[in-house]
């Protein structure tokens, strides 16, 4: 029900940083727990990190201590901040509700080069 669209993505060298926004629709967003999703060449989508209406994250151990997820409420918008970038975290960055309904948006592309 609610509109998803990711922004931020880019190209940078291992190491460095990005965030990710995702903007969103929807009068009752601030009671939906969202998440961040990534899809890398030729794998499935795995999840990356949730958050709940109440501010508890969840992280994929992988990204442990390297992403942040926040949120706010007031804007309608999620955010991904991604530090000590690694050329596998190369992939497509989705947002959406936990757990995804049937619509994604066009996500955003992270390259990370090495």
């Known amino acids: 029900q609610v509109q998803l669209v990711e922004s931020g993505g880019g190209l940078v060298q291992a190491g460095g940083s990005l965030r990710l926004s995702c903007a969103t629709s929807?009068?009752?967003?601030?009671?939906?727990?969202m998440g961040w999703f990534r899809q890398a060449p030729g794998k499935q989508r795995e999840l990356v990190a949730t958050?709940?209406?109440?501010?508890?994250?969840i992280y994929k151990d992988s990204v442990k201590g390297r992403f942040t997820i926040s949120r706010d409420n007031a804007k309608n918008t999620v955010y991904l901040q991604m530090n000590s970038l690694k050329p596998e975290d190369t992939a497509v960055y989705y947002c959406?509700?936990?757990?995804?309904?049937?619509?994604w948006g066009k996500g955003t592309l992270v390259t990370v080069s090495s």
């Open positions: 958050i709940t209406s109440g501010g508890t994250t």
């Open positions: 929807g009068s009752i967003f601030s009671i939906y727990t």
């Open positions: 959406n509700v936990v757990p995804p309904g049937l619509y």
